[in-house]
């Protein structure tokens, strides 16, 4: 009696973990047809994911699919992004020879898993390679180095970069180099010096794109001044919507398209919602002293009940905030000058958005909005592969004198 009822609470239990399981699939996936055959054809890029770090983990799986963070293999696959900028990142306060240090070891990190898992991964530098990679079924590695604070000052390391595959530099990251001006804190170069200017132009030669997300607006104007090449905001969202200093304006938009550049939506919670962004500066001020009075992860639960205390809940953010930034950015600069920059493994992604299987319902919700399918292909990834390629023919121009 008591095996037979083992046996039959055991089988409810396993009809139960299948009905979720399908349940928890089907509102990842429940897409039309037309939407999934158009986004697992097209090449979907994204130019800034900080999974990085976890290829150092000598316990972590680039292959295995984690029930924390938001990208691995298997969720990439499922949720059909076949190219990504590896985030090459550390904080701005590491500098030095540390800073380059750190750098090239994580740098070696995706080249390695490159070179070790060749036959699902290839290391590219060219639209063509990211375009040959896609044909042949394989995940297209890319890197970009967030903080012009890793060339340490440094035009020669900074084309040893160049050689190892990065394709953009990010000019500040939360403080200011010594030649550029970053979003955070008081400005002290207006933008970019003499010798900041010197690095774009060196950016120009080496054909590694300008990416402005973290920057100033002075040293954005700057370097859209300076550049011959179109810039990138690698991950930054739109102002009008959400007022983080870290979005673009609408005239920042405008400038950087009229000169073929592209701003790539970040998928970050407080960069999509305005309430949310307004609530987490009302909150800042007691943060520090919460932190200290209930320290350790243990006590998150704690901090967020005093804050609710005071502040009410904070505001929920669903994922469809990344369509309506898609969607002003288009109608602000066109659809060739939109891309996807979700800031995966580096921020707070909305409800809806928890992880990279999810992508597909960005095509999906594009369609519905009318978009075409070719505009929807250029937002995916064309439009980045585009600017990537522009920037290596300037490079080209620059070597041969021209």
Not at 108 to 126: G, N
Not at 135 to 151: D, Q, S, T, V
Not at 333 to 350: E, I, N
């Amino acid at each position: 009696m008591l095996r037979s009822l083992c046996s039959r609470l055991t089988l409810i239990a396993g009809l139960t973990a299948v009905l979720v399981a399908a349940v928890f699939g089907q509102e990842r996936t429940s897409i039309s047809d037309r939407a999934r055959k158009l986004h697992f054809d097209s090449i979907v890029l994204d130019t800034h994911i900080d999974v990085t770090p976890n290829l150092q983990q000598k316990n972590w799986s680039f292959f295995e699919q984690h029930a924390t963070g938001d990208v691995d293999y298997p969720r990439m696959k499922r949720g059909g992004l076949d190219a990504l900028f590896f985030s090459i990142y550390m904080p701005g306060t590491v500098i030095g020879p540390q800073a380059v240090f750190d750098s090239l070891e994580r740098i070696a990190a995706v080249r390695k898993l490159a070179e070790d898992h060749s036959d699902k991964i290839a290391l590219c530098v060219t639209a063509d390679q990211v375009r040959q990679a896609h044909k042949e079924g394989k995940i297209a590695a890319l890197m970009g180095m967030e903080g012009g604070h890793m060339i340490n000052n440094s035009l020669p390391t900074l084309r040893i970069y160049a050689d190892l595959g990065i394709r953009y530099l990010t000019l500040t990251h939360n403080v200011n180099t010594d030649w550029a001006d970053s979003n955070v804190g008081p400005a002290e170069h207006n933008g970019l010096t003499d010798f900041g200017k010197d690095v774009v132009h060196e950016l120009n030669r080496l054909g590694v794109m300008v990416d402005i997300s973290h920057v100033a607006d002075s040293t954005f104007w700057a370097s859209l001044a300076v550049s011959r090449a179109p810039l990138i905001a690698s991950h930054s969202s739109c102002r009008a919507i959400s007022g983080h200093p870290r979005n673009m304006t609408d005239d920042m938009i405008k400038a950087m398209a009229a000169k073929g550049g592209v701003i790539q939506i970040n998928y970050a919670d407080q960069f999509l919602d305005d309430d949310l962004y307004r609530y987490s500066q009302k909150i800042a001020p007691i943060q520090q002293e919460l932190q200290q009075k209930f320290p350790g992860t243990q006590n998150v639960a704690k901090r967020r009940e005093e804050i609710e205390k005071q502040f009410g809940p904070a505001p929920k953010v669903s994922w469809e905030k990344i369509i309506e930034h898609i969607d002003h950015a288009v109608k602000i600069a066109g659809a060739d000058h939109v891309g996807l920059g979700s800031d995966f493994d580096g921020a707070t992604m909305p409800m809806g958005m928890e992880d990279v299987s999810y992508l597909p319902k960005i095509t999906d919700a594009l369609l519905k909005k009318g978009y075409s399918e070719n505009d929807v292909r250029k937002i995916l990834g064309e439009n980045i592969l585009r600017v990537l390629e522009e920037n290596r023919k300037i490079s080209e121009q620059i070597k041969h004198g021209k």
